[in-house]
Every structure is written in C-alpha cells, then in structure tokens.
C-alpha cells in the first residue's frame, strides 16, 4: 500500500468531514465518528511510515474526537470509548488512556453482559492494571468475542501469562491477514499494537511479530 498516498487522503478527508453540514436526518455522532475515523487512518498510516510523532498527533486527535462522538451518541454506544482507548494506546499516552479507561468505567462499562460492552470494560481494566481485569477477560472469553484470539490475549495479558500471549497475538494477526476488507481501506493490524501496549503496561514483551500489516 502507498502509505505515504493513504496520509495525504485521510488528512484531506478529515478536514472534508470536518467542514461538511450533516446531511438531512443524519446523526451527529455519526457524523463526528466519521471525523474521528479519518484522523484514525492518518494516524495509522504515518505509524506504518515509521513517522512516530506524527502518528502519536494523529492518534490523540482521533481519541479526542471519539470522545466528543461519544459525549454526543446514545446510550450503548460503546464502541466509541473503545475507540478512543486504542487510540490512546497506539499513541504512548498512558496516562490519558486511563483517565479514559475510568471514563469508562465509570459509564457502567461493567454491568453489562453484551460483548462489546464487555470488551470496552476489560480494555479499561487492563489499561488500568485493575485485579479485575482477569476475571472480566475470562468472561469475555467464554462469551466468545470474535475474534476468540482477542479475548484470549487479554486474558493472558491480565495474568501476566508471556508464552500464552505471544500465541494470541500471532493469531490475531492472522485473523486480520485473512481479512477481504478492512475499515476506510487502512490494512494495518491495529489491534495487534494496541495488545502489544497493553502488554508492556504489565511488564510482558511485545509479541514481536513480523507482517506487512504491521509497523516496522
């Protein structure tokens, strides 16, 4: 993929999105995602530049304005928080991302059987080094997450299980090496990142994987 292509389109669809009115009828979180969405593939594609403090810019951004799409969508809109922690994961800002991961919680992130809910629960528990952060895992695990390897690196990130980890990761990067299609055509493993900073948040090596899907 033209990385370098990839920036300079999601930079001019961003502040397109930006500029642009909402259509009739149109949600505006939506429309505010989308925003987001578009600083998300530019911060990933000057990650895949090697471009780190741009990419960190972009990323933070990103998270801001799922924040904001967040602050403006109705209830059960979970995947926007989710958003915004990767984002802030991706970036090395640890300290926001757990003030985001309490945000989280603090929404009732945890009493909540859906997935994704769920989902948003363990990534703030584990953002945060929470005891909890196992048990919820495990649960997210038997509740089938798919891709099932997602739940299970969380779950081996939580207890601190290295060998176990490593295993995870490689699956879920060939769960994305196995994708047709990915989100605003950014074909990076970004899920692979973000495990891997949660990873060193508990004192794990990264998995250290090898893929055109991933940064160098």
Known sequence: ??????????????????????????????????????SWAAGLAALMLGREHEA???????????????????????????????????????????????????????????????????????????????AEATALLEAGLDPRAVAEALVAIATADEPRYHAAAAAVLRSF???AAFLEDVAVADTVVVLDALARLHGLPPAGLSSPLLPT
């Open 177 to 179: 090496e196995e994708r």
């Open 1 to 38: 993929m033209d990385w370098e292509a990839k920036l300079t389109w999601a930079r001019a669809e961003h502040e397109r999105r930006r500029m642009a009115r909402a259509a009739a009828g149109e949600r505006d979180d939506l429309r505010l995602a989308g925003i987001a969405g578009a």
């Open 56 to 134: 960190a810019l972009l990323l933070r951004r990103a998270a801001d304005e799922y924040r904001v799409s967040w602050e403006a969508a109705p209830p059960g809109s979970w995947g926007r928080p989710i958003a915004a922690m990767r984002c802030r994961l991706m970036a090395g800002d640890v300290d926001v991302a757990r003030m985001d991961a309490r945000l989280t919680l603090d929404a009732g992130a945890l009493h909540g059987e859906g997935p994704i809910q769920r989902y948003a629960a363990v990534l703030a528990l584990t953002a945060l080094g929470d005891d909890r952060a196992a």
